[in-house]
């Protein structure tokens, strides 16, 4: 089937439908499948360091916030927070952080994760960057 479009400027244009695929089992994903999202073939980094941080840290769905913050040239202190003091969520964290720090080589980073313990934010932290991830 083709699918007839117009452009911006007017013009028509025929689209071939792409196959949607749904899987009624998704097949789960290892955590280190996903470690090389942030590098072009060529190895060179494809976002910027808050923004790949932002994007590895927001994989682990008990990361309610991510605060980023540049320390000199080629340092950088991101701190990530969680509710619950758990280890199982700690290793989530330490995968992603894994993965920027391999994404980004050369750079120097000092991670911390921050258990608010239902606290709010404010009252754990008092200084702590740039706020580039809220879920």
């Not at 950088?76 to 927070?81: D, L, N, Q």
């Not at 709010?120 to 932290?125: A, S, W």
Request: glycine share 6%.
């Amino acid at each position: 089937m083709i699918c007839p479009l117009t452009n911006n400027n007017g013009s028509a244009c025929t689209v071939l439908p792409l196959p949607l695929l749904i899987w009624k089992n998704p097949v789960p994903v290892e955590v280190e499948e996903t470690t090389r999202l942030h590098a072009f073939s060529s190895g060179r980094p494809t976002f910027s360091v808050e923004t790949g941080a932002r994007i590895e840290l927001s994989l682990v769905p008990e990361v309610e916030r991510v605060f980023f913050e540049r320390e000199g040239d080629g340092e950088f202190r991101i701190i990530s927070v969680v509710n619950k003091r758990d280890a199982v969520i700690r290793e989530k964290v330490y995968a992603r952080e894994e993965a920027i720090m391999q994404a980004y080589p050369g750079l120097n980073f000092d991670f911390h994760v921050v258990a608010r313990m239902d606290r709010k934010v404010e009252d754990v932290l008092t200084k702590a960057g740039k706020l580039v991830f809220e879920r």
